[in-house]
């Protein structure tokens, strides 16, 4: 095995494709279904969302997507990123496991959002959108796209989480840096804003009430589009930049992973690494145990139930089958604003029910000690959310200090924390505090979710669904 503790790769050996998993999938992917007549969506149903070439992207069954030239030359600001071994870490936990992670904090918005970003803006820059809207939580994705935004002239609108809004302004600085139009969520400006405030206005907001108030806004402005950070098919198709390039550089460090991490919020991250490498497990090239984490306070993956439920908070898009906490759920205030999401991916959420993939949950104290452990030895202070990558890493690294097994540990730190310094000042001044899991509020979320199993039993009958 390599000596080096970073390992780096050239611009030549920048990808140029992304990896879609979806026909290599044990099972067909369960069809979105109308969020009216609950039937399958027809492709053209998402036009009035995307444009035509994400469209495409969503539902293709070509095992490889080309990656736009005018994409790859933005990329290279800041991609290959490093893949590094934590020889420091490793050391102070006394621990034979090798700990390898993948950086990208180095973009320029910081964190693993614009690999999908750029290539969002792009496609809908060539197809004549006027305007963006999205949402955002704790802002890495609305700063994502809106530096995004400013390579292709295109304006754009950003929905941000309430208690993120609130609580990383600097995240709101930095978009609107890059020309954005940040707007609180919930707020006066929808329908939907309007409605949830009137109910609750002391509300922290949460990412489905603000996907639906961007949603609103699209489908009302003339020419105007939306754009997800997470959870589609297409989204997470971009970010296996990510994974096929840890494959290169853990082929150069002569290792293989034995355990691959990665926080799970919409699956956005986790899915970038660990696609390609689910694509070699099952070719043979690894055994490797792949596991997704998530916040003890969110917990859609360990909690919730695979069912379908709408991406928003008001029932306006698609139906999609995924692991949910129930659509109305509004997690508690937890650092970690982008994983409060109330669903799971689709693809994500398949892979853990078909037992593919691993998920366990942490409460945030102990991912920020974590955090704190990772920032005094390898120098990165890490974002709330790969903290939780970094804590499940420490608890792999203790087992295999008690097994004695050189483990080697894959993990995605898929962004820093240097907006993200209030939080950690709650960790240093003993103020930070874990949140149990809301499940009175998570029942009473479940009750709104709409019940279509048999309507799944039937299109499984008919070999529509799996």
Not at 254 to 277: E, I, K
Not at 290 to 317: H, I, N
Not at 359 to 387: D, M, N, S
């Amino acid at each position: 095995m390599t000596a080096a503790t970073k390992i780096t790769l050239s611009e030549s050996e920048l990808p140029t494709h992304w990896y879609n998993i979806v026909p290599d999938l044990p099972h067909a992917p369960a069809p979105p279904l109308d969020p009216a007549t609950h039937q399958p969506l027809p492709a053209s149903a998402l036009s009035s969302l995307f444009p035509p070439a994400l469209v495409e992207q969503e539902v293709t069954r070509e095992r490889y997507v080309p990656i736009p030239a005018q994409v790859r030359d933005i990329y290279k600001l800041w991609r290959p990123t490093p893949l590094v071994r934590a020889r420091r870490l490793e050391r102070a936990l006394n621990t034979p496991a090798r700990i390898f992670y993948k950086y990208e904090g180095g973009s320029p918005s910081g964190s693993h959002k614009p690999n999908s970003a750029v290539p969002q803006a792009f496609y809908n820059a060539r197809a004549g959108t006027t305007r963006l809207f999205t949402e955002t939580g704790a802002g890495q994705w609305g700063s994502a796209l809106a530096f995004a935004c400013t390579q292709f002239d295109l304006p754009c609108a950003v929905y941000q989480v309430r208690a993120s809004y609130d609580a990383k302004p600097y995240r709101r600085t930095l978009m609107r840096l890059w020309g954005a139009d940040v707007r609180p969520s919930p707020s006066p400006h929808t329908a939907a804003g309007r409605g949830v405030l009137a109910a609750d206005p002391r509300t922290p907001g949460s990412l489905g009430i603000a996907i639906a108030e961007a949603v609103e806004d699209a489908a009302r402005v003339p020419g105007a589009k939306y754009a997800l950070g997470s959870v589609l098919n297409h989204v997470l198709l971009h970010q296996t930049v990510i994974g096929e390039e840890a494959l290169l550089q853990m082929r150069k460090a002569d290792a293989s992973p034995d355990v691959l991490l990665g926080c799970t919020g919409g699956g956005s991250n986790f899915a970038g690494l660990s696609f390609p490498f689910l694509r070699e497990k099952w070719a043979g090239g690894h055994d490797a145990t792949v596991r997704c984490v998530e916040p003890a306070a969110c917990p859609s993956l360990t909690r919730g139930e695979y069912r379908y439920d709408f991406g928003d908070a008001v029932g306006q898009t698609p139906l999609l089958k995924m692991h949910t906490l129930g659509h109305s759920f509004v997690p508690d205030a937890i650092h970690a604003g982008g994983l409060r999401f109330h669903g799971m991916a689709p693809l994500v959420s398949q892979l853990l029910h078909e037992g593919v993939v691993e998920a366990e949950a942490i409460g945030q104290t102990e991912c920020f000690e974590a955090g704190r452990l990772f920032a005094k030895c390898e120098g990165v202070v890490a974002a709330p959310e790969p903290t939780h990558a970094i804590a499940a890493t420490l608890r792999e690294a203790a087992r295999a200090k008690e097994t004695g097994d050189e483990t080697n540990i894959l993990l995605a730190v898929c962004g820093h924390g240097l907006l993200d310094l209030a939080a950690y000042d709650k960790l240093l001044d003993g103020s930070l505090v874990d949140f149990e899991y809301p499940r009175e509020k998570v029942s009473k979320a479940m009750a709104s979710v709409p019940n279509v199993r048999q309507e799944e039993r039937d299109k499984a009958a008919s070999g529509t669904a799996p």
